[in-house]
Nanobody
Framework: QVQLVESGGGLVQPGGSLSLSCVAS????????LAWYRQAPGKQREAVAT???????IYADAVKGRFTISRDSAKNTMYLQMNSLKPEDTAVYYC???????WGQGTQVTVSS
């Protein structure tokens, strides 16, 4: 089993920044199989940043140029740096391990003035 714990969410004003963390533990082989998803109120869960080929990252069109992921293998941690936040970024953000289809509990991000 893989356990995932997200943190770093909160309330931020439009235009602000937040950094989310996802710490993986358990039967995790590589943090390169971790991805970020989000679910806004009344909407389906959607991919935000997922692993692409050759170590690349696929970003959702809505976040391209504003969100960036990074990874620290020594800490089994993946980060999501979110800049220029918009009210439409308000959602619960989840970390997912793609190999085992494991999810974290999510962390709430609210963008509001």
């Amino acid at each position: 089993q893989v356990q995932l714990v997200e943190s770093g969410g909160g309330l931020v004003q439009p235009g602000g920044s937040l950094s989310l963390s996802c710490v993986a533990s358990g039967s995790i082989l590589s943090i390169t199989t971790l991805a970020w998803y989000r679910q806004a109120p009344g909407k389906q869960r959607e991919a935000v940043a997922t692993p692409g080929r050759g170590g690349s990252t696929i970003y959702a069109d809505a976040v391209k140029g504003r969100f960036t992921i990074s990874r620290d293998s020594a800490k089994n941690t993946m980060y999501l740096q979110m800049n220029s936040l918009k009210p439409e970024d308000t959602a619960v953000y989840y970390c997912k391990e793609l190999r085992t289809d494991s999810w974290g509990q999510g962390t709430q991000v609210t963008v509001s003035s």
